[in-house]
């Protein structure tokens, strides 16, 4: 434990401190930041890992389909120990729990604790992830207005086509010019520090969490009931070794920006749920910490 924690924790510790100090003291605008990483930084990334990962289709394709049942587990569970709770509440919880930030904390995380191989894992979940939290997440909200408007904006994300493109041209056979590669393998290689100051500067801008019961509770699901379920559902749609524990490790994720950034477009408990973001960044330094050495033992 105390090895991830060096290895593993440290580092993001280390790039999401300096991103709140500076966020804190300084007059950044956080919304260019974001725009940054959404529409140039994370396509870049997604195209260029896509366009050199060894991984096979089929093996994604499971994983993918692993993340996704995994998703909708978090909301089921969400939906249930947020009964009694009001409906704006109780559909903050459901996000909080089912969506994870499995970029800009989840990406490094897993590349300190998987290696490159590992990173690739984890970027086809990310990329899953984007899709599922624009077309899930404003229906878990209520304000979806229909699945077509929510097709429609998922289809404005350059991620989007960024996939599409890289796929197509691996079933082709088609690569990229040298010098074009190579500069977008220079900005892939910005993304992960990026990324990581952006989310430090929202904690840094963020002010102090509601500390109420809904919090607590959703956080501690989003921390360590779901690696639980993680390993339960890659184990029986028969992921096993690196593809398990690269599912496992994202499950271990905090909740992610997004969720606050869409609960604040759909008029929802935003409260709550930039409460959870911050408690559940903070928990999964221990939650990290406990599940990396595990990894190694799973099947």
Request: proline content about 6%; hydrophobic content about 55%; aromatic content about 6%.
């Amino acid at each position: 434990m105390l090895s991830a924690l060096l290895t593993v924790v440290l580092p993001v510790l280390l790039i999401l401190g300096l991103g709140a100090l500076v966020g804190n003291r300084l007059s950044l605008d956080s919304t260019t930041i974001n725009r940054l990483n959404l529409y140039l930084l994370t396509p870049t990334l997604a195209l260029n890992t896509l366009l050199h990962t060894e991984a096979r289709p089929r093996e994604l394709a499971t994983l993918v389909l692993a993340y996704f049942v995994l998703s909708g587990a978090g909301v089921l569970l969400g939906y249930l120990a947020g009964y009694r709770q009001p409906g704006p509440t109780r559909r903050a919880v459901m996000a909080c729990v089912s969506i994870g930030n499995n970029g800009n904390f989840g990406l490094p995380v897993a590349l300190f604790a998987l290696g490159q191989t590992g990173f690739d894992q984890a970027l086809v979940i990310f990329l899953s992830s984007v899709v599922l939290t624009f077309t899930v997440g404003p229906l878990i909200f209520g304000g979806g207005g229909g699945l077509w408007p929510t097709l429609r904006g998922v289809l404005k994300l350059p991620v989007v086509w960024c996939i599409a493109a890289a796929l197509i041209m691996r079933g082709v056979h088609l690569q990229l010019p040298l010098g074009l590669d190579r500069g977008l393998g220079l900005l892939a290689g910005a993304t992960l520090p990026m990324v990581l100051l952006s989310l430090g500067v929202q904690l840094g801008t963020g002010g102090r969490p509601r500390l109420h019961f809904p919090v607590w509770l959703a956080s501690g699901l989003r921390v360590f009931a779901m690696p639980l379920l993680g390993f339960g559902i890659g184990y029986v749609v028969g992921l096993r070794g690196l593809h398990l524990q690269g599912l496992v490790l994202s499950s271990a994720m905090p909740t992610a920006v997004n969720a606050f950034v869409l609960s604040k477009e759909y008029h929802a408990d935003s409260d709550t749920v930039a409460s959870v973001v911050l408690v559940t960044t903070l928990l999964s330094v221990v939650g990290v910490a406990v599940v990396v050495p595990l990894l190694g033992q799973l099947p």
